[in-house]
């Protein structure tokens, strides 16, 4: 079993900054790709950052050139660097990763971070 533990949202002034970071522990051999999903209110839940075993990263639009997405694999941990912040960016974010396994590949989901971004 593989757990997710999330820290670092909170409540900030549009144009600050905040740092999430996301830990995985448990049996583990591998993890794939590593990203962070938000989910505002009444809204579906939409990928903000994606970073694979390699490095490669992808952003959604909305977020590029503000946002970074990083990773610790000795540590097993992802991390999102949210700068200039907008009070659009209000939402919960998850942390969502993917553990290959013998056969297949599993995906796991933190408990989520609300981040809250004041006008």
């Known amino acids: 079993h593989v757990q997710l533990v999330e820290s670092g949202g909170g409540l900030v002034q549009a144009g600050e900054s905040l740092r999430l970071s996301c830990a995985a522990s448990g049996s583990i051999s591998k993890i794939n790709a590593m990203g962070w999903y938000r989910q505002a209110p009444g809204k579906q839940r939409d990928l903000v950052a994606r970073i694979t075993s390699g490095g490669s990263t992808n952003y959604a639009d909305s977020v590029k050139g503000r946002f970074t997405i990083s990773r610790d694999n000795a540590k097993r941990t992802v991390y999102l660097q949210m700068n200039s912040l907008k009070p659009e960016d209000t939402a919960v974010y998850y942390c969502?990763?993917?553990?290959?396994?013998?056969?297949?590949?599993?995906?796991?989901w933190g408990q989520g971070t609300q981040v809250t971004v004041s006008s």
């Open positions: 969502n990763v993917r553990v290959q396994g013998s056969l297949y590949e599993y995906e796991y």
